[in-house]
């Protein structure tokens, strides 16, 4: 089964808060984006609110539920306090835990499933007593321990840091040699009982390589790069092209 795609909205809403002003319309482009066949909508809500604000989390919440009942909405983050009380509040059908400093300009590292093995268990126990499916943001660097690590914290999915992968755009060579540390992550990840998502830096020209070395992979969350092509082909063209790229007859 091709994967799915969820549409991170945080770079929409960084350009919406340049201004005091209600524009673009997060949840607006959201409603297109699902419209135009993205299986889910992702957001990550920073302590900042510099993009995502806690605000936007029960519109969002109420558009999926009013409108698109089958879809999914992933909301990400460190697992401060405050934001378990957030994804408490908001019930969010998957929760994906990222280890980041709240001064990160991005997620751009996995966890360090050694040290954080029972913080995790603890936080996943929480998230998943109250029904949302839990998922760890990993490094896909083809170790496979890591994997029973987070197999062990009791979450049901792991997303890859595809960051490395992403980066080497213009470097071909490089570019197969990350995506067979990622498909080997994907196995080993597999293997021990995990679902596996991906995402961070993923574009309709290297999706094809990444799902055809992990034919097994269960979603994608972009937000950069869609956003960007947002600009040139329009959101909702954009989503099916993405949606192409992972593979569905769309």
Not at 153 to 178: I, S
């Amino acid at each position: 089964m091709p994967a799915k795609l969820s549409v991170n909205l945080n770079a929409i809403a960084m350009l919406r808060n340049r201004r005091d002003l209600p524009w673009p319309d997060v949840a607006g482009l959201g409603r297109i984006a699902l419209k135009a066949g993205a299986s889910g909508l992702t957001v990550h809500p920073r302590p900042d609110q510099r993009h995502i604000r806690f605000s936007d989390l029960p519109v969002l919440r109420a558009l999926i539920d009013d409108e698109f009942p089958a879809a999914e909405f992933n909301i990400e983050g460190y697992p401060s306090e405050d934001f378990l009380a957030l994804c408490e509040a908001t019930e969010p059908e998957q929760v994906t835990l990222v280890p980041d400093d709240p001064s990160q300009a991005t997620s751009d590292h996995g966890w360090d499933l050694v040290r954080h093995q029972e913080f995790l268990k603890g936080v996943v126990s929480r998230l998943r007593s109250r029904g949302m499916r839990v998922s760890l943001f990993v490094d896909g660097d083809g170790e496979a321990e890591p994997m029973a690590l987070a197999k062990a914290t009791g979450a049901e999915r792991v997303e890859l840091y595809t960051g490395p992968y992403g980066g080497c755009y213009n470097d071909p060579e490089e570019a197969a040699r990350q995506v067979e540390l990622l498909g080997r992550t994907a196995d080993a990840a597999k293997a021990v009982g995990l679902e596996v998502n991906a995402g961070h830096d993923l574009t309709v020209a290297n999706l094809p390589m990444l799902v055809k070395r992990i034919p097994h992979l269960a979603e994608v969350s972009i937000g950069h790069g869609l956003t960007a092509d947002a600009l040139e082909y329009g959101m909702a063209e954009t989503v099916r092209r993405f949606c192409r790229a992972c593979g569905q007859k769309i």
